[in-house]
């Protein structure tokens, strides 16, 4: 079945500064790669996603960049801000059949000031 | 549009007994995949039930099972609870299937401790 790597567990960077997250997997046939971020007690919300078909997306701050070949994608946050702290996780699946939703193990992100 | 409700909030059981837990997904939405999520773990995926059946299932013992009614609500039972089952424990819905096209939207979730 799939597996999904992610690291680090926990970056901690200098406000203003890029934070990336890496995340590789292990099922050739995955196909979608949601990010969800989560602040300390509140639920998991989707922050970006990237289907197979492309190499990169981008949304305003945050941008993920897939490689299909390597099987592994990244999160990147350019100028982060006090309110990127939290823990990202990765996922993969294959949209194209019913298949489950494997979650990477976490990153926790700490903005310094 | 009202969120992912999940009932009850916290829940304080003893060893052996068996839980109950809610999850009433966004309106219109047929999917609903449960996760447990704990500190060391991350989020493990339990199981989705989609149309009234599962269509997946996690490396979970048989004490975790759940159904799906036919108003897309589902419920999540855990037998036998021992200490390691303390979590949160998180539903999630999405139109589809978790693995397609929708996006999944959590709930709150359920602090499920066991003493």
């Known amino acids: 079945g799939e597996n999904v790597e992610q690291h680090p567990s926990t970056l901690s960077v200098q406000e203003g500064d890029s934070a990336v997250i890496k995340c590789t997997y292990s099922d050739s046939a995955s196909n979608y790669f949601p990010w969800y971020k989560q602040e300390l007690g509140k639920r998991p919300q989707l922050i970006i996603d990237?289907?197979?078909?492309?190499g990169e997306k981008k949304d305003q701050r945050i941008a993920v960049t897939l490689n299909k070949t390597a099987k592994h994608f990244s999160l990147h946050i350019t100028e982060t801000q006090p309110e990127d702290s939290a823990v990202y996780f990765c996922a993969a699946s294959i949209s194209s059949s019913a298949s489950k939703i494997i979650f990477g193990s976490g990153t926790r992100l700490s903005i310094r000031p | 549009k009202a969120g992912v409700t999940q009932t009850p909030r916290y829940l304080i059981k003893t060893r052996g007994q068996q839980v109950t837990l809610s999850c009433s997904p966004i309106?219109?939405?047929?999917?609903v995949s449960w996760y447990q999520q704990t500190p060391g773990q991350g989020l493990q995926f339990l199981f989705e039930?989609?149309?009234?059946?599962?269509?997946n299932k996690g490396n979970f013992p048989g004490r975790f099972s759940g159904r799906q009614f036919s108003n897309s609500r589902s419920e999540m039972n855990v037998s036998t609870l021992e200490l390691g089952d303390s979590a949160l424990y998180l539903c999630?819905?999405?139109?589809?299937?978790?693995?397609?096209?929708?996006?999944?939207?959590f709930g709150p979730g359920t602090r499920l401790t066991v003493t």
């Open positions: 990237i289907r197979s078909n492309v």
């Open positions: 309106s219109g939405h047929r999917s």
């Open positions: 999630a819905s999405s139109w589809g299937l978790a693995g397609g096209a929708g996006e999944q939207y």
């Open positions: 039930y989609f149309s009234e059946t599962q269509r």
